[in-house]
């Protein structure tokens, strides 16, 4: 399988992980999840200005935040023909604020992105973490994950899904 990328960096916004890296990610979710079908997926990088506006205007929260994903397509969906790439949606990362989280969880900004990028990942696959329930089922998952990847250091628990609070 052969997932496309489209990796976008706003100007004057840099990644704390390459665009390989940022695929690679992306690949071992796709792959542990079972998905056999090639994915699209979009990954912009943006200024906290960009994604406040993003998270206004896509859930009405009004301050940026580390993480968007907007789904697209599900590579389950029955109306995609055998074969057919599936559009799965777009993650967005706002790596300042990142920069910040990271601090108060001891961790690092390029550890905190891979978290955030699992996590973004996750719910393009319909994963959720409104109720505790779907939240542990979706942090095993997370930890699962994150023990797959290259990490600059070892990556805690994440509980109830880091920026869960601050929605």
């Excluded at 200005?49 to 993480?67: A, F, I, K, S």
């Excluded at 994903?69 to 967005?92: K, N, Q, T, Y």
């Excluded at 996750?122 to 959720?128: A, I, V």
């Amino acid at each position: 399988m052969e997932n496309s990328y489209d990796v976008v960096l706003e100007e004057g916004v840099s990644s704390p992980v390459s665009e390989q890296e940022i695929r690679e990610d992306i690949d071992l979710v796709l792959a542990s999840e079972g998905v056999e079908r090639p994915c699209m997926v979009s990954v912009s990088i943006v200024s906290d200005e960009r994604m406040h506006e993003l998270n206004l205007q896509w859930r009405g929260m009004d301050r940026p935040t580390d993480v968007l994903s907007l789904e697209c397509e599900r590579p389950d969906d029955p109306d995609l023909a055998p074969g057919e790439p599936c559009e799965l949606g777009d993650i967005v990362l706002a790596p300042d604020y990142i920069a910040r989280q990271a601090k108060g969880f001891g961790t690092t900004p390029a550890d905190e992105c891979r978290l955030l990028l699992v996590h973004g990942t996750l719910h393009l696959l319909g994963y959720d973490h409104l109720k505790d329930e779907e939240a542990e089922v979706m942090e095993a998952r997370e930890d699962e994950l994150l023990a797959k990847i290259k990490t600059d250091h070892a990556i805690d628990h994440v509980t109830l899904t880091r920026h869960r609070d601050g929605e």
